[in-house]
């Protein structure tokens, strides 16, 4: 989803790659180490600091790049520029500050995020906050669902889990903000509405609406086929 610009470049699946990825000691060892750099690190950087050989580190470093954890530049490094100063020298900085998964998927960092801007707008505007949430999540749902392209995309990317209910709707087989709605179901099952029904306006779906789904197995919303 979107907590950071960065985090939400890696789909669930990129997550659980990057959280494999990171299993490994050296590679963990690695990204920590960019991570905490306020400077892109050549191979090496890393091998030096990591007391390992260059030929380990090379390897390791091409894994994360190709997880999507590290990104990769080429620049001249050094005072000497020009003719005869050398090759660019390849570089490594972090993708992302951190990595999480779940499974099944969770966003909680997205619910996070919505209570804490709704809260913050109640603050400045002396908007009751249950308003103010319905707005900053509907408008949240409108970005992520001009960013899906289609409500479908939306609910699979976004870990909803859609499936068929036979009836020419969809039931959400998973709720991302599920711990949450066990104790606040009142609160996040509005804040989810407002959501889906922004995400539908976002990737211009007239065919479908959002109702209440009062199966206590999944999510608290279904997709649904509009009847006029």
Excluded: W
């Amino acid at each position: 989803m979107n907590p950071t610009q960065q985090q939400a470049s890696l789909s669930e699946a990129g997550r659980l790659t990057a959280v494999a990825s990171l299993g490994d000691p050296v590679r963990r060892k690695l990204f920590e180490l960019l991570r905490e750099s306020p400077l892109a690190l050549s191979r090496d950087d890393c091998a030096e600091a990591l007391e390992l050989p260059k030929s380990t580190i090379r390897a390791h470093l091409d894994r994360l790049v190709s997880d999507g954890l590290l990104l990769v530049e080429f620049r001249k490094v050094g005072e000497r520029t020009g003719p005869g100063s050398g090759r660019p020298t390849k570089l490594y900085t972090v993708a992302v500050d951190e990595v999480a998964a779940s499974v099944p998927a969770r966003h909680y960092d997205l619910a996070a995020e919505l209570l804490a801007a709704a809260v913050q707008l109640s603050i400045d505007s002396s908007v009751a906050v249950e308003d103010t949430l319905a707005d900053v999540a509907f408008d949240a749902g409108k970005r992520l669902g001009a960013e899906a392209g289609t409500i479908h995309k939306l609910l699979e990317s976004a870990g909803y889990d859609p499936q068929p209910d036979g009836a020419g709707g969809t039931i959400m087989a998973n709720c991302p903000f599920h711990k949450l709605s066990q104790e606040h179901a009142g609160v996040v099952c509005s804040l989810n509405g407002s959501l889906l029904n922004g995400a539908l306006l976002g990737c211009g779906d007239c065919r479908h609406t959002i109702e209440p789904d009062a199966e206590l197995s999944h999510c608290c919303a279904r997709l649904v086929p509009k009847t006029t």
